[in-house]
């Protein structure tokens, strides 16, 4: 496979992760501006720096109101994360890979760009948001189901598939790190009424709201939610997780290609270190150190795979 | 302009029966629900968006890809039509392929006095740095788009040999996927004669052309300038049907002599490039310095047979509207038969007689630039405005080589598919021609363009034109 294949592999799903995780923090954070309308300020200053478009944001706008920050979250041309610009850089990539893709994704990843493009030619009220955000959500999920279904268990996949954990791993970070202050254990066995919103908030930026409610056994605690964001690998969007699947898929790589790599080492060395922590480790070390160390090294993890696998010259 | 009540309809003669090719496909027709067809005619166009078969139009920035619109009535021609059809393409390719050989060899042509040196020494389609090297198996135009018109039920003629990376096979091979998607009850009651094997031959005939260096399964992979190319679809596309890697200049680079293209596992030798970039960009050691997407050095490789490239670099030298006015005599001079299919007839606006011939007749002929390509930079006479003449006139008086006049063709019409039936549009045809050591592979049909404006006599996509698909019928 060329390197600038896997490259584009690569990215394509980066981005299409991206658009969802965008949309699902966007939801979160309307709800959080409908519920608890005098947070939504500082509600939607953190959406934004999760989202990573803060500054840029900041440099067009000097408020945060519900429109607005939605309006630059959906459909924005200066934000390079936006939904729009997301699934454009998307496609552009599957336009670049089609040789690679099978008809069924190709034609899934054309039709949410053409869908999504539609829907967000004018600004979205908050009255059509849910609708809105249900079509992304429904979009990726054809997307995802195309790749599933249809495409080779192959390099290819493994490309698409370590594009999307490295994502998604750095998103559920983010969430963590922009909120890490909530999710300190308090001298109160029982979280104020506050922390329960804003624990809501966080499930809610990665879908789990329901699923921590369904599998967990304890009462709602900081402690208990951190660490099913971190070590529950049940949870699809957990650091564990995330880690787990794109050593597994770069493993595939290596007997494939009868290769090793430096970026074998450094995954192997990143999911050691979550392995060798415990939530109560984490604590003692600091939340907010254990996290911004993890994003560093993903971060780390995602250049080295970019450089062994020769995706640009 | 408005329709000449003179042109030829391929459909329908002027007593109203129809012609024979057209027979099977009009009782078909007729006995169709207007409704339907009106129905599948919207289908085609989101199974074209859908699939993303779009092409890219230079300076717009919105709504960048469009869909080249399909017609869904087919172009027919009989199996006697194409077969002479085909004779006088074959005889032209290889005459156009000894032509270039001669050119960068003995030029056994220009001694003889049959085509001026003045024409070759001043062509910017003319590569210095291909004289005395002979590509393998002495094939310069692997692949080959001649555009043919039509005036008379036996009155073909060539347009233009577009021996550089001729586009537009990817539509003939999508507009009959697409028509045996809606009208597959057609096919069963009409014989046609296939176009599917196209890739297959495509991929057959680059790799009987690999160079000396290839020792293995030769390997072909097509480049293209990248995804914002017009033409990108295609590049994708051929490259996808033939199992070929599709590749970018950055991706490619030279190799112990070899062109090697950077994959994921290193490096991998390339025998057969099918370029789809023009050759100015190819190398810019050799010709364009800025060029971003050639690959530096192969021009080096080329010459010493590490690789193929189709087609063969400075292979625009038999394309050029100045040279295409000599292909009776290149024809003749090289096969020593008479040309089977005729030119236009072409005015040299660099022979000063000429020259005041088309500018007393501007307004009833068609001025085309020498380098020109795709309808940009012309003049149509009869549908010019007398402003717009008279601003062509002052650049083609300030430069009159650069240009070439030709009589306003009655282009043949066909009709296509409109609310209230059949309406008749001019057309014009590219077939698709593959060279190789092997032989000449013409794909029976080819491309249709269609004007779709009534009257129109402008084919061009980028000027408002639709395809159609094209059958042959099987004798």
């Not at chain 1, 594009?163 to 254990?185: H, M, Q, S």
């Not at chain 2, 869909?67 to 021609?77: G, Q, T, Y």
């Not at chain 2, 007839?345 to 307004?363: G, Q």
Request: hydrophobic share 40%; glycine share 6%; aromatic share 10%.
């Amino acid at each position: 496979m060329l390197g600038k294949t896997a490259g584009g592999l690569y990215w394509m799903f980066r981005f299409l992760e991206r658009s969802e995780n965008t949309a699902r923090l966007l939801e979160a954070g309307f709800r959080m501006a409908l519920t608890r309308s005098s947070d939504a300020e500082s509600e939607w200053r953190s959406v934004l720096t999760t989202s990573g478009s803060r500054t840029l944001y900041d440099e067009k706008y000097d408020t945060y109101t519900d429109t607005q920050v939605m309006d630059w979250l959906l459909r924005d041309g200066d934000n390079p994360s936006s939904v729009v610009s997301v699934m454009k850089a998307a496609r552009d990539n599957a336009r670049l890979v089609r040789t690679a893709l099978t008809t069924e994704v190709w034609e899934a990843v054309n039709d949410t760009w053409m869908t999504l493009s539609d829907l967000l030619k004018a600004p979205v009220s908050p009255v059509e948001l849910p609708g809105v955000l249900a079509t992304i959500r429904k979009q990726s999920a054809l997307v995802r189901g195309a790749l599933h279904g249809t495409m080779l268990r192959n390099d290819i996949y493994d490309f698409a598939r370590i594009g999307t954990f490295i994502e998604r791993a750095d998103n559920t970070a983010r969430i963590i790190d922009v909120k890490y202050y909530t999710l300190l254990p308090s001298a109160s066995a029982v979280g104020s009424s506050l922390d329960n919103v804003q624990w809501e908030m966080i499930l809610r930026s990665v879908s789990a709201h329901r699923c921590f409610r369904w599998l967990d056994e304890q009462d709602m605690t900081a402690t208990a939610i951190a660490d099913f964001l971190i070590f529950d690998r049940r949870l699809p969007r957990s650091l564990a997780f995330c880690v787990k699947q794109t050593t597994e898929n770069l493993r595939y790589l290596e007997e494939e290609y009868e290769t090793r790599h430096p970026c074998h080492d450094l995954a192997d060395k990143l999911r050691g270190r979550l392995k060798s922590l415990d939530i109560t480790t984490v604590f003692e070390q600091g939340l907010h150190e254990v996290i911004t160390e993890f994003i560093r090294d993903n971060n780390t993890l995602g250049a080295q795979i970019e450089n062994d696998f020769r995706f640009i010259g | 302009m408005t329709n000449t009540p003179k042109a030829y309809d391929e459909m329908q003669r002027p007593d109203g029966s129809v012609t024979s090719p057209y027979t099977g496909y009009n009782a078909w027709f007729t006995a169709q629900d207007p409704a339907r067809l009106e129905s599948k005619s919207r289908e085609a166009e989101a199974f074209f968006r859908r699939t993303g078969i779009t092409f890219n139009v230079y300076g717009q920035s919105e709504a960048q890809e469009r869909l080249i619109p399909f017609d869904l009535v087919p172009r027919i021609l009989s199996h006697r039509e194409w077969t002479k059809l085909s004779k006088g393409i074959d005889q032209r390719v290889r005459a156009i392929n000894a032509f270039i050989w001669d050119i960068y060899n003995r030029q056994e042509i220009l001694r003889a006095g049959r085509v001026p040196k003045h024409l070759i020494a001043h062509n910017e389609a003319f590569l210095p740095q291909m004289m005395g090297f002979t590509p393998p198996g002495n094939i310069y135009t692997h692949i080959v788009g001649t555009d043919i018109v039509r005036t008379g039920a036996g009155d073909f003629f060539v347009l233009e040999d577009n021996a550089r990376t001729p586009s537009g096979v990817s539509y003939m091979l999508e507009n009959r996927e697409t028509m045996l998607q809606m009208f597959p009850e057609l096919f069963s009651k009409i014989r046609v004669q296939p176009v599917s094997d196209y890739p297959k031959n495509l991929r057959r005939s680059l790799a009987a052309s690999a160079p000396p260096a290839c020792t293995g399964k030769p390997r072909v992979a097509v480049l293209t300038p990248g995804i914002h190319n017009s033409a990108y679809f295609e590049h994708s596309f051929l490259a996808d049907q033939m199992g070929a890697e599709l590749v970018e200049g950055h991706d490619l680079r030279v190799v112990d002599g070899r062109i090697a293209m950077r994959t994921t596992r290193g490096y991998r030798v390339i025998d057969v490039l099918y370029r789809r970039i023009d050759d100015d960009f190819l190398d810019p050691l050799s010709f364009n310095p800025d060029s971003m997407l050639g690959v530096p050095g192969i021009m080096d490789v080329y010459r010493a047979g590490g690789i193929t490239i189709a087609n063969a670099p400075g292979a625009g030298i038999a394309d050029d509207k100045a040279i295409y006015s000599y292909m009776p005599e290149i024809v003749e001079f090289y096969t020593g038969e008479k040309a089977i299919l005729r030119n236009v007839e072409t005015h040299r606006c660099a022979e000063p007689e000429a020259l005041k011939y088309v500018l007393d007749n501007l307004a009833d002929l068609v001025v085309k630039e020498v380098h020109g390509s795709g309808g940009y930079g012309m003049l149509v006479g009869p549908a010019a405005s007398k402003t717009e003449i008279a601003a062509f006139r002052k650049k083609l008086e300030a430069n009159p080589a650069s240009y070439i006049a030709q009589p306003t063709l009655s282009l043949s019409t066909v009709p296509i598919f409109v609310d209230r039936g059949l309406a008749p549009r001019h057309v014009d045809l590219r077939p698709f021609v593959l060279v190789s050591p092997d032989g000449v592979n013409i794909t029976p049909g080819g491309l249709t363009r269609v004007a779709l404006t009534e009257g129109s006599l402008v084919v061009n996509s980028s000027q408002g034109g639709g395809t159609k698909d094209t059958w042959v019928l099987e004798d």
